[in-house]
């Protein structure tokens, strides 16, 4: 056991906890340590699909957003990698999924911070030291780390609804695993993707450019009453802001719970070129005659049962109020990603409070346990923070705040009014004031 307590360890190595160990690598009064129990970083290799790109501008790299000078910045990744005047000529500003991925697995390279095949089995405080131990299965066997301050970076899990695992079948796969049994779908005669945002569209257009010709069944299945494009004009960008997150964050637990589930198209929409790239596919296609593909929307998934060597699907049409079925070959489920506490940290879940839907209580500076803020999340606060929380280009301001939050001082300046919008009343109330003093 290292004794000497860290202070902080970061568990899992997703992009945010990636930028908090750039951010953090520079500083030399803070000792941080990154724990991951994968070989390598890599990114959804399961939806590494060729020439897709990220949602948000390139600046949204790991760390430009707090230190555009540092050394980490996709922009010096580009110059040392002799890639920098092609990405300028492409005229983009967003960059390829696999680009991004390239990108991160260079800057782990680079790091001394980050550890590994470091699998975390469980974390235990002492009340004497205030200090956490944290252990875990390596390639040499068993390490024991004390630490300060936790980071949680193990992100969210893909979520398939219950009534697909109940059929215990392998013909139910996740979104997530799409890239890795592509041939084997490519061989089915029908397949049904479910889901309405942009890994349901992604899967939906690869398969009817590479598949539906040679003679698959494609069927797009979505609950939304249509397939909503991301909205993404900049009075609506601006929501990706501090003082969105502020505003967002004093409102009632209720409201933030309906803006969550109402504001979907700001962050689960689809990519509108993508959908004018779907529709001009279908109708290329259709010059050879009908095209074997449905779509419905307004459906909800009810059932799933095997039926022989294939899958009978059940739903329900929400508008029409009436059941149907599909049988398939493979139903894939876009249906996202739901977070669950790690079981390694079961000995110290009486630090971590939660709600009545078992969602931590997450602080304004993203702390969650019920000591001094000594635990921190990343990506699972959306109940709390809104809709921002998986947003890349937000991942600098969060890990500004937490180290803030770790060291006592604001080693990277935290910005608080970036909008030209007021979410909240403060200006008026302001102004009612001064006219109240005026008289």
């Not at 902080?8 to 030399?28: D, H, K, Q, T, V």
């Not at 921002?388 to 301001?397: E, I, K, N, S």
Request: glycine share 4%; net charge negative; with cysteine.
């Amino acid at each position: 056991m290292d004794n000497q307590p860290y202070d902080f360890i970061a568990i899992g190595l997703g992009p945010f906890n990636l930028s908090l160990a750039c951010l953090s690598e520079p500083l030399e009064d803070v000792k941080g340590l990154f724990l991951e129990q994968r070989s390598e970083f890599d990114w959804h290799p399961g939806m590494m699909l060729e020439g897709v790109t990220l949602q948000t501008p390139f600046m949204s790299d790991l760390v430009t957003m707090a230190d555009p000078t540092s050394q980490y910045s996709f922009l010096n990744y580009a110059k040392l990698n002799n890639r920098l005047y092609p990405f300028y000529i492409r005229e983009s500003f967003f960059l390829l999924r696999r680009e991004y991925n390239l990108y991160c697995q260079w800057v782990c390279s680079q790091l001394s911070n980050v550890n590994f095949e470091q699998t975390v089995t469980q974390v235990e405080f002492c009340p004497q030291s205030k200090c956490y131990t944290v252990s875990c299965n390596t390639p040499n066997g068993m390490q024991h780390y004390v630490t300060r301050h936790i980071v949680l970076g193990t992100g969210p899990a893909p979520y398939i609804p219950d009534c697909a695992v109940q059929s215990n079948s392998n013909n139910v796969m996740h979104s997530s695993d799409f890239c890795h049994r592509l041939d084997e779908l490519k061989t089915a005669k029908r397949v049904t993707v479910v889901g309405a945002g942009q890994s349901a569209a992604e899967i939906y257009h690869t398969l009817l450019q590479q598949a539906v010709p040679q003679g698959l069944q494609l069927d797009w299945i979505a609950r939304s009453p249509r397939y909503f494009p991301l909205e993404y004009t900049k009075l609506t960008l601006e929501m990706t802001s501090p003082e969105y997150v502020d505003y967002f964050y004093n409102l009632k637990t209720e409201q933030r719970d309906w803006l969550n589930q109402n504001q979907k198209n700001l962050f689960k929409g689809i990519n509108g070129d993508l959908i004018n790239d779907i529709f001009d596919t279908l109708y290329a296609q259709s010059l050879d005659g009908p095209i074997s593909t449905t779509f419905k929307t307004n459906s909800r998934l009810t059932g799933t049962q095997k039926v022989g060597k294939r899958l009978l699907t059940e739903f329900y049409h929400q508008e029409l109020e009436q059941p149907f079925s599909i049988e398939t070959d493979f139903l894939i489920c876009a249906t996202g990603f739901k977070y669950q506490r790690p079981a390694f940290l079961n000995n110290i879940a009486h630090q971590l409070p939660q709600d009545e839907q078992g969602r931590y209580l997450v602080s304004r500076e993203y702390a969650v346990d019920s000591e001094q803020k000594r635990i921190f999340v990343q990506n699972a606060e959306q109940h709390t923070h809104g809709f921002v929380t998986p947003d890349l280009g937000m991942a600098c301001y969060r890990n500004s705040i937490i180290l803030r939050e770790i060291l006592g001082y604001t080693p990277y300046q935290v910005e608080q009014k970036i909008a030209f919008q007021n979410f909240d009343l403060s200006d008026v109330t302001l102004l009612a004031q001064q006219q109240s003093s005026a008289a």
